[in-house]
């Protein structure tokens, strides 16, 4: 299969990737590789003792060398490659030479030591290296007095592990084999096939080999796991055989994985009954990572998550327990959009993540759908509309320049932008099409590399579409920004029409240009006499119309039906007026637009705090929770910036107490037996948001009880930890860090080290990012760098404490004397994010300024700090602009 899909690559490769083609015989390729040399296939083997620091390997490379050469250019970071031998077609052996030419991108050359005419050539490579210590590559994790190896390959860390071309193209077939200590457990991506001794202590342990697959894909483990077995999924009409599931979790932890293996099946059923395609490997095993940098990794048959999200209790927090079903959904998708086809370059990463985002909403909608994801496809665009507002803003089809791009691209734009977009012409060609369309997709570039040309044919083809609409599709993932559809209401020769104006949504205080063109499938919602109707058109020009048919007089508009599109819009202010009277008949996933619209009207400066505050009050009420809560973001952003004054703070503290303490004293401050997810996820949302954004005394008294209790010590002189409701363990914890001081945050800094269970860990994390007062806020950083303190757990405690200026300046105090340990605990994988740990929530130019001139000099620090810089720039700055628009007195209007 691996050769049919050669020549289509090349081609493709040709056209886009000319200056790696003619990358100069002597100068190392500082981003993609030249494809005049084609890995075919790997034979990679370990020698692996996670005690040790270092670790030893010998990988062994088949390739086509397609010109004559003396060297070749290939990917390796901290390897030290003892010997490389070169087996040319006639069987004959050379002595090569490994030279790491670029060590900070990982580039390494091999020399041959003649030239070599075009033929298949066999490299081997004995090497050692370091077990990496930041959660890429082959990295080393301690865990509760026991020491784990494992992998996370993507997206350019497979360097770390073995010498290879690191890059999504070169698909191939992976032997992998293990040699480990007798007493360990060693997985990987296919099967263990064989078993043999290999010296004293040691045995090893041989896989299947793998269907092709990038080094971004490949994985493996070695520990002393636990693993558990879970039920065979069962053959259906697309699969003859059982498959074989497992949960693998660090010793004594197995036993919490029987509820995620139970939900599994009905995952891989519902994906494999959507594409028409069987699960494609030959066994699943899901494994609790005890340290991971992201929150889960698609890897073929070897999916590795964070342990929170697969090890789970009866009392587990709701959130956990929804979460885990999600992002197991999430990471099973891959299996077919990334894995069964995989994107050949990282500019189209949205064809593995933002598929998944979207098919996973499909899966927990068909197997769970109390669990509103139609909900959160909608929160999550419009999450990705404030970042896709920055001028800084990425394209979902970044070009990319160098491995910051790389880093940087696996964010909300590419996520939940994404999916929006999917699902957003998914509607406009209709399901069952749009169905056809990715099944076809599949099936013509199964184990392949795909574009997003290939995708977007795929589904115009199956729609009978032609170049407009693949115009109108490509208009989203090529150019950064959100379409702002203002509209307009008209009497035209006895029928109402919809004027249409589109542009580039910018807030207040954007140097943006606002000239903009998509082609955008604008639906709306309208009234008629006795109920509704819908009406769709695309939209392609800067300006367009739609009549209403039937539509009563007076009508009112729904300007995003379903809140389907990846748009924002805006109603004059009498249209406003009609819709805000018929916002609780509106649907959830309208409301919830409907609530985005009355935000991005107020960062535009159209409206101010108190026709915020009347535009929202009527969602409150209602008994969807993600509606009820959409609300609270906004109005904290009013009450922590724009309210001067102890009246105007009491006059929202009123509004949101009105429209919230009831609901929360309801539910009460501890799960009822029987009640719903939902309903412990109100809970948590509600009582955090009034005690923490609002500070509502009677909330703050209710956590602060549960944190003293949770504070108490046991017999056995822990933490009574338990003694909080588990929803609402960090905000307890935070409340009791608040409120008593040092006491507090000693007792959760002496616990967190003697504590395994995740949910239990990140509640303390939490507990103590709620500090507040510089002293003590400092002391919970300072034991952030602290080894107690998993790697992937860090920003849990460094994003807190930065609500204020005097927040945010001790903060900053704090960051800048500490740089150099936080940069060397995070690694490459957190550079995009290191401005904004640094001055996330900041709102003035005073602390943008700061932060330009200390990064200056610090930028190629790491991947990914140049974006990140811009993007926590540019959002400060309109912070600070927004502020200073806003009349206080209005408020209280």
Not at 608 to 618: I, R, S, T, Y
Request: hydrophobic content about 40%; charged content about 20%; aromatic content about 8%.
């Amino acid at each position: 299969m691996r050769h049919l899909v050669r020549p289509l690559l090349l081609t493709a490769l040709a056209a886009c990737c000319g200056s790696a083609l003619a990358a100069s015989a002597d100068q190392a390729p500082n981003g993609r590789l030249p494809r005049w040399a084609m890995p075919e296939s790997y034979n990679i083997a370990f020698k692996v003792d996670p005690s040790q620091a270092n670790f030893s390997g010998v990988t062994t490379i088949k390739l086509n060398l397609k010109k004559a050469s003396d060297h070749l250019w290939l990917d390796g970071a901290d390897l030290k490659v003892s010997k490389v031998t070169i087996t040319d077609a006639a069987g004959k052996l050379h002595t090569g030479k490994y030279i790491a030419s670029l060590p900070k991108a990982g580039v390494a050359r091999v020399d041959f030591g003649t030239t070599l005419k075009p033929q298949q050539l066999t490299l081997t490579f004995d090497y050692t290296a370091p077990l990496n210590q930041q959660l890429q590559g082959l990295y080393k994790v301690n865990y509760a007095g026991n020491a784990y190896a494992m992998t996370q390959m993507e997206p350019i860390s497979a360097r770390f592990a073995f010498p290879s071309f690191d890059e999504p193209s070169f698909k191939t077939p992976f032997d992998i084999s293990l040699t480990i200590p007798d007493n360990l457990v060693g997985v990987a991506n296919t099967k263990q096939v064989k078993q043999v001794a290999a010296g004293k202590g040691w045995k090893t342990l041989t896989f299947s080999e793998t269907k092709p697959l990038p080094t971004y894909l490949v994985a493996f483990a070695v520990g002393p796991w636990d693993v558990v077995k879970g039920p065979d999924i069962s053959p259906d009409a697309y699969r003859s055989e059982p498959l074989q599931l497992r949960g693998i979790a660090a010793k004594g932890e197995g036993h919490r994985m029987k509820h995620v293996l139970d939900e599994t099946p009905s995952i891989i059923h519902a994906l494999e009954n959507y594409y028409g395609f069987g699960y494609p490997w030959d066994k699943l095993d899901l494994l609790a990572a005890p340290d991971f940098s992201a929150g889960a990794m698609e890897n073929a048959g070897l999916v590795t998550f964070r342990d929170w999200l697969l090890l789970l209790d009866p009392d587990s927090p709701a959130r956990n327990v929804r979460g885990s079903f999600n992002v197991t959904a999430h990471e099973l998708a891959h299996q077919w959009t990334g894995d069964t086809v995989t994107m050949p370059w990282w500019n189209d990463i949205w064809l593995n993540e933002a598929f998944a985002t979207w098919m996973q909403q499909k899966v927990t909608m068909e197997v769970h759908p109390e669990y509103r994801a139609d909900l959160d496809r909608v929160r999550g665009a419009e999450g990705a509309m404030n970042n896709d507002s920055l001028v800084s803003a990425r394209e979902i089809r970044q070009p990319i320049t160098g491995n910051g791009d790389i880093m940087t691209a696996f964010d909300g734009i590419t996520y939940q932008k994404g999916a929006a977009v999917i699902g957003m012409f998914e509607g406009y060609v209709g399901e069952k099409t749009f169905q056809k369309g990715m099944r076809a997709y599949i099936q013509a570039h199964k184990f392949g590399n795909v574009t997003a040309d290939n995708l977007v044919d795929s589904i115009a083809t199956a729609a009978g579409k032609g170049d407009a609409f693949k115009h109108a599709f490509k208009s989203f993932l090529n150019q950064s920004g959100v379409p702002y559809v203002q509209t307009k209401l008209e009497q035209k020769n006895g029928k109402t029409v919809l004027e249409l104006k589109q542009s580039r949504y910018l807030p207040l205080g954007s140097t943006g240009d606002s000239h903009r063109i998509w082609g955008i499938p604008v639906c709306v919602r309208y009234g008629v006499v006795g109920g509704s109707k819908v009406a769709c058109d695309m939209l392609d020009k800067a300006t367009g119309s739609m009549v209403l048919a039937d539509a009563s007089k007076p009508t009112w508009v729904m300007p995003n039906a379903d809140g389907r599109g990846y748009y924002r819009f805006s109603l004059d202010k009498n249209a406003l007026a009609a819709l805000s009277k018929q916002a609780d008949k509106l649907s959830d996933t309208e409301q919830l637009a409907y609530a985005d619209a009355i935000s991005a009207s107020f960062k535009r400066g159209d409206l101010n705090a108190g026709d915020v505050l009347m535009a929202l009050k009527p969602l409150t009420h209602s008994k969807t929770s993600e509606v009820a809560t959409a609300p609270i973001g906004q109005v904290a952003w009013i009450y922590r910036h724009e309210a001067t004054t102890d009246a105007q703070r009491a006059h929202i503290r009123s509004w949101i107490e009105s429209a919230y303490l009831p609901r929360l004293e309801q539910l009460g401050y501890v799960r009822k037996a029987g009640e719903s997810d939902a309903d412990a996820l109100l809970r948590g949302a509600l009582a955090s948001a009034l005690a923490f954004d609002f500070d509502v005394p009677q909330v703050r008294a209710a956590l602060l009880k549960q944190g003293d209790a949770a504070l108490q010590k046991k017999a056995d002189g822990r933490l009574n930890l338990a003694a909080a409701d588990p929803d609402l363990l960090g905000d307890a914890l935070g409340v009791a860090v608040q409120t008593n001081g040092k006491s507090a945050v000693d007792a959760l800094i002496a616990e967190l080290p003697k504590t395994t269970d995740p949910a239990l860990r990140n509640g303390i994390l939490a507990g103590l990012s709620a500090a507040q007062t510089p002293e003590l806020a400092n002391e919970a950083r300072d034991f952030a760098l602290d080894k107690s303190v998993k790697v992937g757990e860090m920003a849990s405690i460094l994003r807190g404490g930065r609500d204020t200026r005097a927040q945010r300046d001790a903060l900053w105090s704090w960051f800048t004397g500490h740089y150099p340990q936080i940069l060397a605990r995070t690694g490459s994988f957190a550079g995009g994010r290191l401005p904004m740990l640094a001055a996330g929530g900041s709102c003035s130019k005073e602390e943008v300024d700061r932060l330009q001139a200390f990064f200056k000099t610090r930028v190629n620090d790491a991947a990914g700090a140049a974006r990140g810089l811009a993007q926590t720039s540019e959002s400060s700055l309109l912070c600070a602009a927004l502020k200073a628009k806003q009349d206080p007195n209005t408020i209280m209007h």
